[in-house]
């Protein structure tokens, strides 16, 4: 594996799977003592064209950002459809799904971790980007997000 392939080091969020984002957001917003977010669904197919172990899905997620200084804290409830979210809930259950990196050039930094032994799971578009999850669990312990925006 290339040293630093992604071109940065600092950790933009931490994912976490929910069964039930409403009580688990309240939660946090108590705990942290602050405002509880409004949680959102992930665009529909033809818009998200999101992508599941090389293949369209129409898999979707409720998701509520509390942004927690340098680092945002996600809580993801996905649908019934395949999904790197679905699966991961089925297998683990509630808790922690990915963290996350901001970086430029989503193309060639899925290639880079891909020639490195990091398989692409999922893919897809939001409204101002794109997101990859990709499976570096085998040596990093844990899955990769990448965001690129816009």
Same mark, same amino acid.
């Given at each position: 594996?290339?040293?630093?392939?992604?071109?940065?080091?600092?950790?933009?969020?931490?994912?976490?799977?929910?069964?039930?984002?409403?009580?688990?957001?309240?939660?946090?917003?108590? $705990? *942290?003592?602050?405002? @509880?977010?409004?949680?959102?669904?992930?665009?529909?197919?033809? @818009?998200?064209?999101?992508?599941?172990?090389?293949?369209?899905?129409?898999?979707?997620?409720?998701?509520? *950002? $509390?942004?927690?200084?340098?680092?945002?804290?996600?809580?993801?409830?996905?649908?019934?459809? =395949?999904?790197?979210?679905?699966?991961?809930?089925?297998?683990?259950?509630?808790?922690?799904?990915?963290?996350?990196?901001?970086?430029?050039?989503?193309?060639?930094?899925?290639?880079?971790?891909?020639?490195?032994?990091? =398989?692409?799971?999922?893919?897809?578009?939001?409204?101002?980007?794109?997101?990859?999850?990709?499976?570096? $669990? @085998?040596?990093? @312990?844990?899955?990769?997000?990448?965001?690129?925006?816009?």
């Amino acid at each position: 594996m290339q040293p630093n392939a992604l071109g940065n080091n600092v950790i933009t969020q931490i994912g976490l799977l929910v069964n039930d984002i409403e009580k688990t957001s309240e939660a946090y917003a108590t $705990f *942290f003592g602050v405002e @509880k977010p409004n949680w959102f669904w992930t665009d529909t197919a033809d @818009k998200a064209q999101t992508e599941y172990r090389g293949g369209p899905t129409e898999a979707r997620a409720k998701l509520a *950002f $509390f942004d927690m200084g340098s680092l945002q804290l996600e809580l993801i409830e996905p649908d019934h459809n =395949p999904s790197t979210w679905r699966e991961s809930l089925d297998r683990n259950g509630e808790g922690f799904h990915h963290i996350a990196f901001v970086i430029k050039g989503m193309q060639e930094k899925i290639s880079l971790l891909e020639q490195g032994g990091m =398989p692409l799971l999922q893919k897809g578009e939001y409204t101002g980007g794109r997101y990859a999850y990709l499976d570096s $669990f @085998k040596d990093l @312990k844990v899955l990769i997000e990448l965001l690129e925006n816009d």
